[in-house]
């Protein structure tokens, strides 16, 4: 089974810093998730990638498939991205099943203005 | 706009009553899943569907049932609740041909059990 680890676990920082967000898992995937959880819980997609880097707006996440690992960045921080990220990756070797997913434990991110 | 929802947002209950949590998806997905969320634990996989009437076992089945009779719906069971099953309760779906699993989350439910 993969093991998904994030870092840090929370994240304070101040308005227009830039944020870097990591994992790293253990086993070869097919595909490496960011999600974000706002308070009051519902779960949205990010980033869904294999190889090479995405950018949307002022977030990007790249993977380097070789040291299994990923990072997700934010340029200019802004209040209203205060949420908890989420790595969860897609494998052959998740829990659950075939089409199952394994979650790092998330990020918790304040941004304070 | 592709949507999965949750029958409750919030839900209190007695330790020992029978619980049904509700999830319906409107994109014609074959693959359902539901997750419990806890603090430091993270997301982790009750039961999932890839058909209807069909279900597979996730990490922690214990204590819990589901069932799937239409493929837009997948029903959550809690047959006799425990006050350790206090947690945010999450479905989701996705497409059985998606290489990448994405997947589609509803709005979760938090439930407590007294």
């Known amino acids: 089974k993969n093991e998904v680890e994030q870092s840090p676990q929370n994240l304070t920082a101040q308005e227009g810093e830039f944020i870097t967000i990591n994992c790293s898992y253990s086993v070869g995937i097919s595909a490496l998730h960011w999600l974000q959880q706002h308070p009051g819980g519902g779960i949205v997609s990010l980033f869904m990638l294999s190889s090479g880097k995405k950018k949307h707006g002022r977030l990007i996440a790249t993977i380097n498939i070789q040291e299994k690992h990923s990072s997700l960045h934010i340029t200019a921080s802004h209040p209203r991205d205060s949420a908890v990220y989420i790595c969860?990756?897609?494998?052959?070797?998740?829990?659950?099943?075939?089409?199952?997913?394994?979650f790092g434990k998330g990020t918790h991110l304040i941004i304070q203005p | 706009d592709v949507k999965v929802t949750q029958s409750s947002r919030y839900l209190v209950k007695r330790t020992g009553e029978k619980v049904f949590l509700e999830c319906v998806q409107d994109m014609d997905h074959e693959n359902m899943f539901w997750y419990r969320q806890d603090p430091g634990l993270g997301l982790r996989l009750i039961y999932f569907?890839?058909?209807?009437?069909?279900?597979e076992k996730g990490d922690i089945p214990e204590g819990y049932s589901v069932s799937r009779e239409k493929k837009e719906r997948f029903s959550l069971i809690l047959e006799s609740a425990s006050t350790n099953q206090t947690s945010m309760y999450l479905c989701?779906?996705?497409?059985?041909?998606?290489?990448?699993?994405?997947?589609?989350f509803g709005p979760g439910t938090r439930l407590t059990v007294l």
């Open positions: 969860a990756v897609s494998s052959p070797y998740s829990g659950g099943g075939a089409d199952g997913l394994t």
């Open positions: 989701a779906s996705s497409f059985w041909r998606s290489s990448y699993n994405e997947q589609f």
């Open positions: 569907s890839y058909d209807v009437k069909m279900k």
